[in-house]
T-cell receptor, first 113, second 116 residues
Framework: QKEVEQNSGPLSVPEGAIASLNCTYS??????FFWYRQYSGKSPELIMS????GDKEDGRFTAQLNKASQYVSLLIRDSQPSDSATYLC?????????????FGTGTQLKVEL | GAGVSQSPSNKVTEKGKDVELRCDPI?????LYWYRQRLGQGLEFLIY????????KSGLPSDRFSAERTGESVSTLTIQRTQQEDSAVYLC??????????????FGSGTRLTVV
């Protein structure tokens, strides 16, 4: 079982719709969770972090965490073509001094006009 | 500096040659990380520095790979006797010292290594 699992996609949504990206993780003691956006040929950029159960909102983005189900998601409201990218879920565990992020392989999002 | 700086941005090398990749982290970021991303793949952890010590180097794929860091600044990743499977984008990231666990990374723009 992979440590961090994401559906590779592509996930296609029409412009203006809500995009829902999902991630599951295997290490039950994982502490904090991150979503990164990676445009083709570019490096990942941090969108949001979350470490408490529930929802965290930042503009059009909402991160949701359910530690009991070992599940984290990212909702993008009013999706725009500029949101088309690969979204990487990352999890911080306790190994190696507790600072290493383990990344999923990413979900490709396509927002269509 | 304002961001994480990596050099060179592109490197083409012949199989069997040694290469050195450089990373200059954000000023004040004591934690530094190296990842590798092969074409169409996810990010593969290589090594983590806290200051100039490496508490986690579990991701280095073989003894051909080594890394060092001077104080809390520049790090170099060295690959000896390069092989074609080493071709990838090598990403460096830095962060504040881990205290709360909520510290995210800032990535550099990467070094694209091609071994021919």
């Amino acid at each position: 079982q992979k440590e961090v699992e994401q559906n590779s996609g592509p996930l296609s949504v029409p412009e203006g719709a809500i995009a829902s990206l999902n991630c599951t993780y295997s290490d039950r003691v994982s502490q904090s969770f991150f979503w990164y956006r990676q445009y083709s040929g570019k490096s990942p950029e941090l969108i949001m972090s979350i470490y408490s159960n529930g929802d965290k909102e930042d503009g059009r983005f909402t991160a949701q965490l359910n530690k009991a189900s070992q599940y984290v998601s990212l909702l993008i409201r009013d999706s725009q073509p500029s949101d088309s990218a690969t979204y990487l879920c990352a999890v911080r565990g306790l190994t190696g001094g507790g600072n290493k992020l383990t990344f999923g392989t990413g979900t490709q999002l396509k927002v269509e006009l | 500096g304002a961001g994480v700086s990596q050099s060179p941005s592109n490197k083409v090398t012949e199989k069997g040659k040694d290469v050195e990749l450089r990373c200059d982290p954000i000023s004040g970021h004591t934690a530094l990380y190296w990842y590798r991303q092969r074409l169409g793949q996810g990010l593969e952890f290589l090594i983590y520095f806290q200051g100039n010590s490496a508490p986690d180097k579990s991701g280095l794929p073989s003894d051909r790979f080594s890394a060092e860091r001077t104080g809390e600044s520049v790090s170099t990743l060295t690959i000896q006797r390069t092989q074609q499977e080493d071709s990838a984008v090598y990403l460096c990231a830095s962060s504040l010292a881990p205290r709360t666990g909520a510290e995210g990374y800032t990535f550099g723009s990467g070094t694209r290594l091609t071994v021919v």
